[in-house]
């Protein structure tokens, strides 16, 4: 079964930049759309940008001009590339197969404190 590892995430200050990565092992990646979700204390998760298997991408309007998605199917891996952050971004960050999730991983905290 194919098996999905977040990292990436830290603390940042607002107006700063990240990049998360998604990889994938133990099944083939590059057939699969894969979305980048967070889930903010109290609050449910939520979908924030995914990509397709060839490279369509989407974006929750939250993000939409800041955050960038992208795959590189040779390293099975997904990136969610955060500029100009925001402390509304911070939040724990998963990834998963979209639309259809399977189990949800451990997650990577993403922390945008001043």
């Known amino acids: 079964q194919v098996q999905l590892v977040e990292s990436g995430g830290g603390l940042v200050q607002p107006g700063g930049s990240l990049r998360l990565s998604c990889a994938a092992s133990?099944?083939?990646?590059?057939?699969?759309?894969v979305g980048w979700y967070h889930q903010a204390p109290g609050k449910q998760r939520e979908l924030v940008a995914s990509?397709?298997?060839?490279?369509?991408?989407n974006y929750a309007d939250s993000v939409k001009g800041r955050f960038t998605i992208s795959r590189d199917n040779a390293k099975k891996t997904v990136y969610l590339q955060m500029n100009s952050l925001k402390p509304e971004d911070t939040a724990v960050y998963y990834c998963?197969?979209?639309?259809?999730?399977?189990?949800w991983g451990r997650g990577t905290q993403v922390t945008v404190s001043s």
């Open positions: 998963n197969f979209y639309p259809r999730g399977r189990s």
């Open positions: 133990g099944g083939i990646f590059s057939i699969y759309a």
């Open positions: 990509i397709t298997g060839g490279g369509t991408t």
